[in-house]
């Protein structure tokens, strides 16, 4: 079964790109995507470019709304995903918690639904 493990982090008190800690962070995602890899579970992962890129997306009434930004404030945001293909919940759990951000943001673990067609 597929999993697809969110990761939340806040940015601004993310690791800032260029400073030794962010070299620290980069390296251990670099260590727990190898291990992903080598375990053969790895289906898919990504880095999302910054919340100031989003755009959000809404219809009401047949009149489509553009925002910039994410849908909510909140102090996480969404910064990135893995999908891993894994026998059960408790497997995905325990490469999820392999993800560095675990540390200091949060991890959101969701089987991704399988629609016949």
Known sequence: MKYIALIYSNEATDPVPGSEEFGKLIGEYQAA???????GVLVAGDPLESINTATTLRSRGGDLD????PFAETKEQLGGYYIFEC???????????MIPTVNYGSI???????IEG
């Open 108 to 114: 959101e673990v969701r089987p991704i639904m399988t």
């Open 66 to 69: 553009s925002t910039d930004g």
């Open 33 to 39: 995507t190898k291990r992903f890899v080598d375990d």
């Open 87 to 97: 026998d059960n919940l408790d497997d995905a759990l325990k490469y999820a918690a």
